[in-house]
Antibody
């Protein structure tokens, strides 16, 4: 059974930093691209970033480019999102999601999400 | 950035009725479009990919159609568990984008 488990969310002040983690089990982690997708409270879904399985290729949404960094440790089956210069508008539940069909194509397995709240 | 516009915002229907949801893209995405279902407090679930292919385990009452800029998700006969929010998503261009969602509620 494929499982994704996020952690690292919490309350952070504007301008602060936070690192999210997503531990993946039940599949060959290094064979799959992985993404982060976020959802502000009561709002829709926003794709944030993607990383390829093994060659480190990445893409970012313009809203987070230069502030967020996606990375992965295939030896630990873990995906990361380093978030810095956080703003109130970054407040959201952050989901990690396995890419389906190709690099950053679609998302077929999702974690349960971790809530990030940016507030004074 | 490709903007996906979903309509209607809310669809009020009864169990057993047919639901038709629309997603319109600001430019052609070929058939590179997916549909997701999200229930309160849960992560999204992939229903349809590449416009018309059902994902693994998705019941046959869900079907997708369209190409270019206009797409439709049809739920042939609503079951109680189908009342949820539905999102479309394109993979034609970076950044990947989602529609704003259509809520299917019980009438």
């Amino acid at each position: 059974e494929v499982q994704l488990l996020e952690s690292g969310g919490g309350l952070v002040q504007p301008g602060g930093s936070l690192r999210l983690s997503c531990v993946v089990s039940g599949l060959t982690f290094s064979s799959h691209g992985m993404s982060w997708v976020r959802q502000a409270p009561g709002k829709g879904l926003e794709w944030v970033s993607v990383i390829s399985g093994s060659d480190g290729n990445t893409y970012y949404a313009d809203s987070v480019k230069g502030r967020f960094t996606i990375s992965r440790d295939n030896s630990k089956n873990t995906l990361y999102l380093q978030m810095s210069s956080l703003r109130a508008e970054d407040t959201a539940t952050y989901y990690c999601a396995k890419n389906f069909l190709g690099f950053g194509y679609y998302f077929d397995y999702w974690g349960q999400g971790t809530l990030v709240t940016v507030s004074p | 950035e490709i903007v996906l516009t979903q309509s209607p915002g809310t669809l009020s229907l009864s169990p057993g009725q047919r639901a038709t949801l629309s997603c319109r893209a600001s430019q052609s995405v070929s058939n590179y479009l997916a549909w997701y279902q999200q229930k309160p407090g849960q992560a999204p679930r992939l229903l349809i990919y590449d416009a018309s292919n059902r994902a693994t385990g998705i019941p046959a009452r869900f079907s997708g159609s369209g190409s270019g800029t206009d797409f439709t998700l049809t739920i042939a006969s609503l079951e109680p568990e189908d009342f949820a929010v539905y999102y479309c998503q394109q993979r034609s261009n970076w950044p990947r984008t989602f529609g704003q969602g259509t809520k299917v509620e019980i009438k």
